[in-house]
């Protein structure tokens, strides 16, 4: 079944270590993008890609990374600079300058400890 | 820039009574919109859109919404609330080229 799949689906991490969220799509979209959600503040944008090798900040960008070498892939990196860590964070994706919808990912929960 | 505005942080309706979601919305151009609903722990699953055409739009589990442009709303119902309906639900604007934004969400509670 086609999909947008993230991993792992929780994970702990040190304050000051760099952390890596993995995020596949196989409905073949162009476009990629990875949210933030905190309690009482809905979906904040990090990143987004409309094609391989481009992406764009969002609303929130500072303290994190991505990449975006392949199609499928669209990881995300929360880096030491990120102040406040802890959130959940969901990955999407759509077709490019298509009218259609965003399809989420489970999501993946980090705790910074 | 474009924002949107879910004016209720939390809702409780009884099981069987209607419900009606507020959504309000800032887009510089004609705006594609969307209901998504979310359950504790989960990703977004999307009830219904809108890109143009008729007003009233239908969406899965017996959810509709209506575009408003005068009033730049886009309000989310339902006629009778079941107890799985309870969820956090998403107001989104943007599409084609443009981000989507998301409004801060409406926790709803179905009580018996």
């Known amino acids: 079944d086609g999909g947008i799949t993230q991993s792992p689906k929780y994970l702990f991490r040190k304050e000051g270590q760099n952390v890596t969220l993995s995020c596949e799509q196989n409905?073949?979209?162009?476009?990629m993008y990875w949210y933030r959600q905190d309690p009482g503040q809905g979906l904040r944008l990090i990143y987004y890609s409309q094609i391989v090798n481009d992406f764009q900040k969002g609303d929130i960008a500072e303290g994190y990374s991505v990449s975006r070498e392949k199609k499928e892939s669209f990881p995300l990196t929360v880096t030491s600079a990120q102040k406040n860590p802890t959130a959940f964070y969901l990955c999407?994706?759509?077709?490019?300058?298509?009218?259609?919808?965003?399809?989420f990912g489970e999501g993946s929960r980090l705790t910074v400890l | 820039a474009q924002s949107v505005t879910q004016p209720d942080i939390h809702i409780t309706v009884s099981e069987g009574a209607s419900l009606e979601l507020r959504c309000n919305y800032s887009y510089g151009a004609t705006p594609y919109l969307f209901w998504y609903v979310q359950s504790p722990g989960q990703g977004l699953q999307l009830l219904l859109k809108y890109f143009s055409g008729d007003t009233l739009v239908q969406g899965i589990k017996g959810f509709e919404a209506e575009f408003k442009r005068s009033q730049s709303s886009f309000n989310l119902r339902k006629p009778s609330v079941h107890w799985s309906d309870a969820a956090e639900y998403f107001c989104a604007v943007g599409g084609g080229y443009q981000k989507v934004t998301f409004g801060t969400g409406t926790k709803l509670q179905v009580i018996p």
């Open positions: 999407a994706s759509r077709q490019k300058g298509n009218t259609g919808e965003l399809f």
């Open positions: 409905l073949n979209h162009d476009a």
